[in-house]
């Protein structure tokens, strides 16, 4: 390929994060490229948490429909933000190294009490958007006070630190990979195998037009395909789900050295109602998806 590959990013210091590691894999390969950094919904409004924005892939859309007017070549996302299904003539041409997948819950040292679960104080204010997070959180500690966070990732630990909270939940993956300076804080590291995580979390997503068979080509060098084996069973069971990001689901998926599959999965009816949790195994993906969703949904209200 003699062009330079014009990748679409968010601006987020986490997106151009993402977007650079896009950036220095391409040049290993022997590829040029550039930035083209596009504002989505989900950018754009900021004083509204996720449940009250209308429609799904509010991260995602704009980026995409540069991709389909061809003002972009390829586009970089976190997979967990991407909606189960690309538009009509783009996909998922290839995906990432999976990060550490698990959630981190960030408290203020003066919050802190002994005795506590996690050591946070009866109470605690704990600052997050994501419907999943909440059902969790509050599956474990049912006393603590939820408020919505806004923003992006040194924008969250700041209002924390400012003291709009005694707590914040991020994803492990964006706080490694900015090199955050945590060390004056209290982090519990959960295990996504009790605290479980959202669907592909901590891995990219790189999306090209489907016709684009010269990018498509260049990205499959980049591929992780033991990553696509878990992705998409975890993505499968979203779908199956019929859930959207916002939807208190979560979903796990491991593959061990025999090649079987393990699945840990959370679901709750709302963010403020119980928590239904699965763990199956398979030694096979064949029908392993509608099964855990199957198993899922006995637990789940209509």
């Not at 062009?3 to 220095?24: C, D, M, N, P, V």
């Not at 972009?72 to 996909?91: C, E, F, Q, R, Y």
């Not at 041409?93 to 050591?119: C, H």
Request: glycine letters at 8%; charged letters at 25%; one cysteine or more.
């Amino acid at each position: 390929m003699s062009k330079t590959i014009r990748i679409g990013t968010r601006g987020s210091k986490l997106a151009l994060w993402q977007a650079e590691f896009t950036q220095e894999k391409l040049k290993e390969a022997g590829y040029d490229s550039e930035l083209v950094i596009i504002k989505t919904t989900g950018d754009q409004i900021q004083h509204l948490s996720f449940d009250k924005i209308e429609g799904k892939g509010f991260f995602t859309k704009e980026i995409e429909d540069a991709l389909l007017r061809g003002d972009i070549d390829m586009a970089v996302h976190s997979m967990k933000d991407m909606p189960t299904s690309s538009p009509d003539g783009l996909v998922i041409t290839a995906v990432s190294y999976r990060d550490n997948p698990a959630d981190w819950l960030l408290i203020r040292k003066d919050a802190m009490q002994e005795g506590k679960l996690f050591q946070l104080k009866e109470n605690a204010i704990v600052g997050t958007s994501s419907a999943r997070r909440k059902a969790q959180i509050l599956d474990f500690r049912p006393d603590v006070q939820i408020k919505d966070i806004r923003g992006n990732v040194p924008t969250r630990v700041q209002k924390m630190l400012d003291g709009e909270f005694d707590a914040i939940m991020l994803a492990a993956a964006g706080l490694s990979r900015l090199g955050l300076d945590l060390g004056d804080l209290h982090v519990i590291k959960f295990d996504p195998r009790e605290f479980v995580p959202a669907p592909a979390q901590g891995v990219l997503a790189w999306q090209t037009a489907e016709s684009d068979i010269e990018t498509r080509r260049v990205l499959q060098k980049l591929h992780d395909n033991a990553v696509a084996n878990v992705t998409n069973l975890e993505r499968r069971i979203l779908q199956l789900m019929e859930g959207g990001c916002q939807m208190p689901l979560g979903i796990y998926c491991e593959q061990d050295a025999n090649g079987h599959y393990h699945v840990w999965g959370a679901v709750a009816d709302a963010w403020n109602q119980p928590v239904h949790r699965v763990r199956m195994s398979s030694s096979t993906s064949f029908q392993f998806a509608e099964k855990v969703a199957d198993a899922l949904k006995q637990g789940k209200p209509e």
